[in-house]
């Protein structure tokens, strides 16, 4: 874990949003017999957005022969696109993206697929202000720290998608099983700092079981969109159009956070041609994951001089927070060029990062 001089930067504060708005983004694609083209998610925003994106597609068979496909235009006015994939089983996955205004994200699919399959997209749109639209969201339970299985968590009535947050870091990975309407299903959560948040769709009547493992789990069940207060509290930080890194200094995200468990989620990407310097976005005490942009505006992740995939950082984790010990979250940029890390004149960049308290 890296070590980092702490200088509050207090020019900095009005970056940060406590309480910042949410909205639920739902999109549901059933009884598919053929690939999707690209089709809007959801209406073009008024102006440049951030958004946490989660695909579910599920499919017979062992193994998958479709993809799915999240296409966007960033705020650089660059195509982008992020493909979600399985050796086999469901499609269950997450991304964090940042949009141009005026423009939609789209998403298709690709591959070839005999009978049917279905596709469900939800998530979140994040905002400094405005009004909540949380009104169709509803948190069926928060923080079971389960040790054993299998326990039935939830059995809807109807069918029902869920955001599933799991922080499972005891050594040993943990299963989740379900019955959508293609039939039984099974995640598997391997034990990790970044915990996991996936999305999981339950067929009308039947369940969402702990298979095994141990982990504190925290659920949202994602209904139908509209205006109002909801669950969920969204802390964010937006640094756009910045020419020099915060490292050393950091720049507060969550300053005063109870136990509970909290998603993460990160962007960074560079001004194309700006500069020939990688950068990387860091986070304390929740996430330890590196992200990297290159001089091309790609963002990338932690895996050395691979600088395509992903497009973001998502996790989930529980922390333990009080009055007299308030749980706190920092992040950092900083410069890497393979051979040192630094601060300094850097690139032009912009970072958007996205905490939400369950």
């Not at 050395?304 to 749980?327: E, M």
Request: hydrophobic share 40%; glycine share 10%; proline share 6%.
């Amino acid at each position: 874990m890296k070590n980092f001089s702490i200088t509050l930067i207090l020019a900095l504060m009005g970056s940060l949003h406590a309480s910042a708005a949410i909205t639920e983004i739902r999109k549901e694609f059933p009884n598919q017999t053929a690939a999707l083209p690209a089709t809007a998610i959801l209406s073009a925003p008024g102006s440049d957005a951030s958004y946490l994106l989660c695909v579910y597609l599920s499919q017979l068979g062992s193994s998958n022969s479709l993809s799915v496909i999240l296409k966007w235009t960033d705020e650089n006015s660059k195509s982008r696109s992020f493909t979600f994939s399985a050796a086999q089983g469901v499609i269950s996955n997450c991304d964090p993206i940042r949009i141009l205004a005026h423009t939609a994200p789209k998403v298709e699919t690709s591959g070839s697929y005999v009978g049917t399959y279905d596709l469900y997209v939800v998530g979140f749109g994040f905002w400094m202000t405005g009004s909540q639209g949380q009104g169709g969201i509803t948190e069926p339970f928060a923080n079971w720290h389960l040790t054993s299985g299998p326990i039935t968590l939830l059995s809807p009535v109807g069918a029902a998608t869920y955001l599933v947050a799991a922080d499972c870091a005891d050594g040993a990975a943990s299963t989740l099983n379900w019955i959508d309407e293609v039939g039984s299903q099974s995640i598997t959560v391997s034990p990790s700092l970044n915990g996991a948040f996936v999305p999981v769709h339950v067929a009308a009547s039947k369940s969402l079981v702990f298979a095994s493992g141990s982990c504190y789990l925290s659920v949202v069940n994602m209904g139908t969109p509209k205006l109002g207060s909801g669950p969920l509290t969204d802390y964010e930080v937006d640094l756009l159009n910045y020419t020099d890194v915060k490292w050393p200094n950091y720049v507060p995200v969550v300053t005063a956070g109870p136990t509970t468990t909290y998603v993460f989620a990160g962007n960074i990407a560079q001004v194309p041609n700006s500069a020939g310097r990688v950068l990387e976005l860091l986070g304390d005490r929740l996430f330890l994951q590196i992200l990297y942009a290159d001089e091309n505006g790609a963002p990338g992740n932690n895996a050395g001089t691979d600088l395509t995939f992903p497009f973001g950082i998502v996790g989930a984790g529980y922390r333990s927070g009080n009055p007299n010990n308030p749980f706190t979250f920092n992040i950092t940029t900083a410069i890497n060029d393979y051979s040192s890390l630094g601060w300094g004149a850097s690139p032009k960049y912009s970072a958007e990062v996205d905490v939400i308290q369950f």
